[in-house]
């Protein structure tokens, strides 16, 4: 059976999980992807494909579902990348028992031309003091869809909240109740069944640093957090997923929820942590490859023929 990666821009986590997967005797033959069209119902030669840079290339969305129908395991699921918006993973995690800070999600400040005023009649307009009485002050305005702490403001007055709404353009932001934290913790999850709570070093507009050390943290607040990320990442369906939580007295707040393609290389894991990524994913593969599974887009999936 084969598995095909198919990566981005980094080099050092798929270069490594092809390493490890093709030095196990469990039957499997690990490569780099490469596709340049695809006909609708073309078999695909793989059994599980891992997706390291979808979320950037619309045509490998559209391939991967494709290869999907045809009975290839995708990790993550491709039809549930259309729902990785940070508020349904705020509102899901709630629903889960996982705490989250107070969020409100806002109507776009701005629409794209051929958006008329017909499209907009249900809009009231935002009830500024309502809205940020809800999360209080200060709190943080934020994209509800993307990362890398893009388009991110600490909001303490209507006056800054309705500036960085001025300047937010087409994007869908949310207010968020903003947790003065004291520690922080980012849990890796793989394959619904493993994860990996680490002390991290957020940084605004840079690269956070994951702490090598894991006995400096409250072992507790490592397994609460490692009991969080497979609760929430079998209960939305990704086998690989980063959650962010924001430690204030002994509660761990889900931040970060939904990370489709979340950071894996070795320049941000280092020694301590990126050996566990790589031999986690490759156990998970060789799992799924054996047991037949297959993403679930529907309740009814076509069987094959």
């Not at 008329?116 to 869809?145: H, Q, T, Y």
């Not at 702490?149 to 903003?178: C, D, H, P, R």
Request: glycine share 8%; proline share 6%.
């Amino acid at each position: 059976m084969k598995v095909g990666v198919l990566r981005g821009r980094e080099d050092s986590f798929p270069d490594a999980l092809i390493a490890s997967l093709n030095s196990l005797d469990a039957g499997l033959h690990a490569e780099y992807l490469h596709v340049g069209g695809t006909t609708a119902g073309e078999p695909c030669p793989y059994r599980v494909i891992l997706d390291r840079i979808s979320h950037e290339v619309p045509y490998y969305q559209v391939y991967l579902k494709q290869a999907s129908l045809q009975g290839t395991y995708v990790i993550n699921n491709p039809f549930w990348m259309n729902v990785d918006d940070k508020f349904f993973g705020y509102a899901l995690a709630q629903r889960l028992g996982i705490p989250v800070p107070r969020t409100v999600v806002l109507p776009n400040r701005a629409y794209l031309a051929d958006i008329d005023a017909g499209s907009l009649r249900n809009m009231w307009p935002i009830d500024w003091p309502a809205r940020l009485a809800e999360v209080g002050l200060p709190c943080i305005m934020k994209p509800a869809f993307g990362g890398g702490w893009k388009n991110v403001y600490k909001i303490a007055s209507v006056e800054e909240a309705q500036a960085a709404y001025e300047a937010s353009g087409t994007l869908t932001m949310t207010l968020q109740e903003f947790i003065d934290w004291d520690d922080y913790i980012r849990c890796l999850g793989i394959g619904r069944r493993s994860a990996r709570a680490i002390q991290y070093v957020p940084r605004p507009l840079g690269q956070g640093e994951y702490v090598q050390d894991r006995s400096r943290m409250n072992p507790e607040h490592l397994r609460r957090a490692e009991e969080y990320s497979v609760l929430f990442n079998e209960a939305i369906g990704y086998d690989m997923n980063a959650m962010e939580f924001a430690v204030r007295g002994d509660t761990l707040y889900a931040i970060d929820i939904t990370n489709y393609v979340c950071d894996f290389d070795f320049r941000s894991l280092r020694e301590a942590h990126f050996g566990w990524a790589v031999d986690a994913m490759s156990r998970f593969i060789v799992d799924v490859a054996h047991s037949g599974a297959r993403n679930a887009p529907c309740a009814h999936f076509p069987p094959l023929h």
